[in-house]
């Protein structure tokens, strides 16, 4: 199982951000799907979760501004970022949990790509 991340980058406060997430080895559409962030000092949060019914939630500090998506042909989760602020600023990870009904139990993890936002 592999998951690749991709589209970071740095952008002014304000600007958008289309974050992708390659799966490889499993049968993505049954999986729970994820994005978290960590900023240098903090800890990880989630963001953005996509159960395998395509059900998703927030939190509420990026509701109204991300939206998290998934092409279950092309094996990619997606996460656009508009309206994005000096506090967005952080790696984002993407991750995986099996048990498909977002459980909590992510067990396969991206590298990371970084969003830094500018103000």
């Known amino acids: 199982v592999q998951l690749v991340e991709s589209g970071g980058g740095s952008v002014q406060s304000g600007g958008s951000l289309r974050l992708s997430c390659a799966v490889f080895?499993?049968?993505?559409?049954?999986?729970?799907m994820g994005w978290f962030r960590q900023a240098p000092g903090k800890e990880r949060e989630g963001v953005a979760s996509?159960?395998?019914?395509?059900?998703?939630m927030y939190a509420d500090s990026v509701k109204g501004r991300f939206t998290i998506s998934q092409d279950n042909a092309k094996n990619t989760l997606y996460l656009q970022m508009n309206s994005l602020k000096p506090e967005d600023t952080a790696m984002y990870y993407c991750a995986a949990d099996p048990s498909g009904i977002c459980i909590g139990e992510y067990n396969y993890w991206g590298q990371g790509t970084q969003v830094t936002v500018s103000s």
């Open positions: 996509i159960d395998s019914d395509g059900i998703t």
């Open positions: 080895g499993y049968a993505y559409s049954s999986y729970c």
